[in-house]
């Protein structure tokens, strides 16, 4: 059976600590002092294609597998008609991994929409509200939490909080959050202690992107120029000489969260 602790709310089985704002603050002086523009201007449908040809790929290739299918297919209902293979034959002509796999989400996508929706305008979602919209969006194939929410919040622009390996790993070396979680379980617990404002999230989002791949990285992290690193456990444990080479503190160090 489920021990007690584990059946309270994530938030209160691992408490944000007081400086959770400060980490925010950090990140976003350092990387991304503006909010990111908003996109509402995008089909709905274009930008989850686009966002789903973007797992386990570069942007670059993303980016050049949509348009190559937005060149073979000006209608999305000429996607549908052409089938998965088609759909596929056209990946892999552009270049990038998984073709047959997002080939197969994307078909499946164009089917559930016609069979459900009876139309491949996904448009009525922004009607929707955000727990209704989730739930549409999650229940397409290939479509799972973190993608969903990179929708939300750039298309739809509600405050959900994607969090993808670069901000899973920076949650785990703060340890905010216990290493087992799996990365639905931190952005459930990020969606609920940081605070709903859609030009916070948005921008904590970009920066703690920006931070895992250029400072907080997979191998060899460049704790020695962080800006989290007066705040973060795991920093001596990854580059026991960074304190030591890292010299005075740089003025981002120093900003406060309402700065």
């Known amino acids: 059976m489920p021990s007690q602790a584990s059946r309270l709310p994530l938030h209160e089985q691992m408490p944000p600590p007081e400086w959770l704002p400060e980490v925010i ?19 709905v449908l274009d930008a989850l294609i686009r966002t789903l040809l973007g797992q386990q790929n570069t942007s670059a290739v993303a980016t050049r597998q949509f ?18 293979d088609g759909i596929e034959t056209v990946l892999r002509a552009a270049g990038g991994g998984l073709a047959q796999m997002k080939a197969g989400y994307i078909h499946g996508i164009l089917v559930h929409l016609d069979e459900r929706l009876g139309t491949l ?28 929410s990179l929708i939300l919040l750039f298309d739809l622009l509600r405050p959900a909080l994607p969090v993808d390996t670069n901000i899973e790993r920076i949650a785990k070396r703060l340890e905010l959050v ?5 990365p639905e379980k931190v952005e459930r617990w990020f969606d609920a202690v940081v605070r709903r404002d859609w030009a916070e999230r948005a921008t904590f989002h970009v920066a703690g992107v920006r931070h895992g791949r250029l400072t907080c990285r997979p191998r060899d992290p460049r704790c020695d120029q962080c800006v989290l690193r007066g705040l973060c456990p795991s920093a001596a444990l990854l580059g026991p000489d960074a304190f030591k080479a890292a010299g005075p503190r740089r003025d981002s160090d120093h900003v406060s969260f309402g700065a």
């Open 178 to 182: 216990p290493q087992r979680w799996t």
């Open 121 to 148: 305008d996904l448009s009525a979602v922004r009607k929707l509200n955000d727990q209704e919209a989730r739930t549409l969006l999650e229940g397409l194939p290939g479509v799972g939490m973190k993608t969903a």
């Open 25 to 43: 603050a950090r990140l976003r002086a350092e990387y991304h002092p503006d909010p990111p523009l908003p996109r509402p201007e995008r089909q």
């Open 67 to 84: 348009n190559a299918l937005k060149s073979a297919y000006p209608r999305w209902e000429a996607a549908l008609l052409d089938g998965p």
